[in-house]
């Protein structure tokens, strides 16, 4: 059964254009949400969060907005840079539990 | 200061051995995390442990599978007679613990092969 869903297993894009990321889930009991980023033979790292009570968090380049009658979320990097391709991973919690997605593969091309 | 560290970062074992992975969190978090990372898949709760309080182990896959944390700090996840099903990267996270909705920090990973 799983609670979080990452549709595209991989996107290409455009060095300087934005990246799209999209997640999905299933627990209405969720009340937080987190983006990891993962390089290769590394564990995930945090790169940004938000709380069930905002629709838009923003970090930089870095933009999650969540639609929680959709029950979906977003990431948006913009511009996109060739260090930002990785394993990009959607995690919803309650309370301390995390549940993942699957991760979506970007790669950002010259 | 140092991360989230994690040993073997490899290991091959045969099927039927038993395995040791072992965590050391960032200093002075209570909270500790172990999951699991099948290929293509998302990363899997495994257990959870927080302070003294006793461990949340609902996501084990099954008796095979155990941990503890001993003195509030390493933790040891152990596998019992190895099956290749157990091949994976097997993450640890550790966080502050003062509260839900904390940022987890995680490690490398250990990379178990099971042949």
């Known amino acids: 059964d799983q609670q979080v869903k990452q549709n595209s297993p991989s996107l290409s894009v455009q060095e300087g254009r934005i990246s799209i990321l999209n997640c999905d889930y299933t627990n209405s009991m969720f009340d937080y949400f987190l983006w990891y980023k993962k390089y290769p033979a590394e564990g995930p790292t945090f790169l940004i969060s938000i709380s069930s009570i905002k629709d838009k968090n923003e970090d930089g380049r870095f933009t999650v907005f969540l639609n929680k009658s959709a029950k979906h979320l977003s990431l948006h990097i913009v511009p996109s840079q060739p260090g930002d391709s990785a394993v990009y991973f959607c995690a919803a919690g309650s309370d301390y539990k995390l549940s993942f997605g699957a991760g979506t593969t970007v790669t950002v091309r010259a | 200061g140092a991360g989230v560290s994690q040993s073997p970062s490899n290991k091959v074992t045969e099927k039927g051995k038993d395995v040791e992975l072992r965590c050391d969190p960032i200093s002075g978090h209570t909270a500790l995390y172990w999951y699991r990372q099948s290929l293509g898949q998302g990363l899997e709760f495994l257990i959870y442990f927080q302070g003294n309080s006793a461990p949340d182990k609902s996501g084990l896959p099954s008796d095979r599978f155990s941990a503890e944390r001993t003195g509030g700090s390493v933790s040891t996840l152990t596998i019992q007679r190895t099956q290749q099903e157990d091949s994976a990267v097997y993450l640890c996270?550790?966080?502050?613990?003062?509260?839900?909705?904390?940022?987890?920090?995680f490690g490398p990973g250990t990379r178990l092969l099971v042949l």
């Open positions: 996270a550790s966080s502050l613990g003062n509260r839900g909705g904390e940022t987890q920090y």
